[in-house]
C-alpha cells in the first residue's frame, strides 16, 4: 500500500500520531509508515510506547491458555468451581468469558481511579496496580453488579455480548492460579519477557518519566487536547487493557503467533461465536473471512488509544497500527493495508459478500399446494431423489448444473419464495 494512502487516511481521521507496520513470521519489515508526532515535538519511531487497550485481551487469553496447557485452569469448568461464593448461571465456564459468550451485558464500568478513590489511595502510590485490597475492592464490585443486574438475554454460550467484566474475572483467575504471581507477573513471566517485549508495560507510573512515550490526544467540541492522563477511563484490573507497548514488541508477539506460537493463535480462534454479519470472537481476537483467507485481528480505544492488530496465519503476516488518538479507526486502516498485501479486491469482497448473505437467506424449504417441492441447503437445490449444484447469477436468479434457471423473489421479510420451472413455490 503506498505511503500516500495512508497519510491521507490519517490525516482524513484526524490523527495526531501513528506508526503502521506490515511484517512476517520471521520479523521481517516488509513496510513501516510513520504519521504525524508524539507530540512535544518529538518522533514516533519502533520504540514509541503506545497504548494498545483491548489488543490487552488477546495477552489475558494466552496468559490463560497457558495455565490451562500446564493444568493450572481448566477452561471447561464452571465459574462456580472457581468462585463458590458468586451466584451466577451454574452453566457459565470459563471459556465462555473468553470469547464473551458469558450473557453479561455492558455494567458500569469499574476504573482504577474510582477504585483508588473508594480506597482512599493515591494515584502514584507504589500498591495501586496490584495491591490486594484494590483487586478484591474490584471483584467484588464487578460480582455484585453482575449478580444484581443479571439478565435473562442469554444462555451462557448462545450469544456474544462483549464484555470488559469478563476479562476482569479472567484477570483475577489468573492472579489466582500463577504459581504466586500477579497478573502481571505472570503475563510478564509467560509472553513479555520470553518474547522480548522490554518496551511493554502494564504499568502507569513510569510513562510520564519516558521521553519516548506518546502523549494522549483527544478529539472535542474545542479541538484536539492532549494529556498524560494515562489512566482516564482506565479498567481496574489490567488484563482488560492496561497494557503499553511499542510497534517493535508488537511485532515480536504477532510473529510468535504466527510463528513458534501458531497452536496457541489457533487455539484462540476455535472456539468462536458469531459477533457480526461477517466476524466471530474467539478467545481475545476476532476472525474474519475474506474471501479464500482468515483473518485474526482486534483492536483497541481508550483516551488517547486507537490501536489494531491483523494477523494472517495463512499468509505469514501481520500489521500492527498504533495511534495516539481517539476514535481514529485503526482496524479500518488494518485491514485495508492486509487486503491490498494479498490483493483482495474490495469490490470483490462485498460481491462475495452479498452473494453470502443471499445464499444463507435461501436456505429452507419451498412447496406449493399442487404437490411439487424443492429444499436448498448450502449450495445445492435437493428436488425428488436428486441434488443440483447451483451458482447465483444477475436479478434474482440462479443457474443449476443441469444448466435449469430458477427465480427467488424477497419482500422486507426476506425470501419468500421460488419459481422453478412456472411455478412459485412458497417458503414453508
Not at 40 to 65: H, M, P, Q, V
Amino acid at each position: 500500500m503506498q505511503s500516500t494512502a495512508i497519510h491521507e487516511y490519517l490525516n482524513k481521521q484526524q490523527a495526531v500520531g501513528a506508526i503502521v507496520v506490515l511484517f512476517t513470521s520471521d520479523q521481517t519489515v516488509l513496510g513501516e509508515w510513520t504519521y504525524g508526532s508524539q507530540g512535544r515535538n518529538r518522533e514516533i519511531d519502533l520504540n514509541t510506547r503506545f497504548g494498545i487497550a483491548s489488543i490487552t485481551k488477546s495477552f489475558t487469553a494466552l496468559t490463560a491458555l497457558k495455565l490451562n496447557a500446564l493444568g493450572r485452569v481448566d477452561l471447561q469448568r464452571p465459574l462456580s468451581f472457581y468462585y463458590p461464593h458468586v451466584h451466577l448461571d451454574k452453566t457459565l465456564q470459563i471459556h465462555h468469558l473468553l470469547n464473551h459468550s458469558a450473557g453479561f451485558l455492558p455494567q458500569h464500568r469499574t476504573t482504577l481511579t474510582d477504585v483508588l478513590n473508594q480506597l482512599n489511595q493515591a494515584m502514584d502510590s507504589p500498591e495501586s496496580m496490584n495491591d490486594d485490597e484494590v483487586e478484591s475492592y474490584a471483584m467484588h464490585r464487578i460480582f455484585s453488579q453482575l449478580q444484581a443486574n443479571a439478565s435473562a438475554f442469554t444462555k451462557p454460550g448462545e450469544r456474544f455480548s462483549y464484555s470488559n467484566d469478563g476479562y476482569g474475572l479472567l484477570t483475577d483467575l489468573i492472579r489466582n492460579h500463577s504459581a504466586d504471581l500477579d497478573y502481571t507477573a505472570c503475563a510478564e513471566a509467560m509472553i513479555l519477557s520470553p518474547l522480548g517485549m522490554s518496551r511493554s508495560t502494564f504499568d502507569y507510573r513510569n510513562l510520564m518519566s519516558d521521553t519516548n512515550t506518546s502523549l494522549l490526544f483527544e478529539k472535542t467540541s474545542k479541538g484536539i487536547i492532549s494529556h498524560q492522563d494515562f489512566m482516564s477511563n482506565a479498567f481496574a484490573l489490567p488484563g482488560v487493557g492496561a497494557l503499553k507497548s511499542t510497534a517493535l514488541d508488537m511485532i515480536h508477539y504477532g510473529s510468535y503467533l504466527l510463528g513458534a506460537g501458531l497452536s496457541y493463535c489457533q487455539a484462540m480462534t476455535e472456539d468462536t461465536i458469531e459477533c457480526s454479519q461477517y466476524q466471530r470472537m474467539g478467545y481475545g481476537v476476532m476472525t474474519e473471512s475474506l474471501q479464500d483467507v482468515i483473518l485474526v485481528s482486534h483492536g483497541g480505544s481508550l483516551p488517547g488509544v486507537s490501536s489494531a492488530l491483523s494477523l494472517c496465519p495463512q499468509a505469514q503476516i501481520g500489521v500492527i497500527v498504533l495511534c495516539n488518538t481517539s476514535g481514529v479507526a485503526s482496524s479500518a486502516l488494518a485491514r485495508m493495508i492486509m487486503m491490498d498485501r494479498l490483493n483482495l479486491d474490495e469490490h470483490k469482497e462485498a460481491e462475495h459478500r452479498e452473494s453470502s448473505t443471499i445464499l444463507q437467506a435461501l436456505q429452507g424449504s419451498y412447496s406449493s399446494l399442487e404437490g411439487d417441492s424443492v429444499v436448498i441447503v448450502g449450495q445445492q437445490v435437493l428436488q425428488g431423489e436428486h441434488a443440483f449444484h447451483f451458482d447465483l447469477i444477475d436479478e434474482n436468479q440462479m443457474i443449476l448444473e443441469n444448466r435449469n434457471v430458477y427465480k427467488y423473489y424477497q419482500d422486507h421479510l426476506g425470501i419468500n419464495a421460488i419459481r422453478v420451472g412456472l411455478r412459485v413455490l412458497t417458503r414453508e
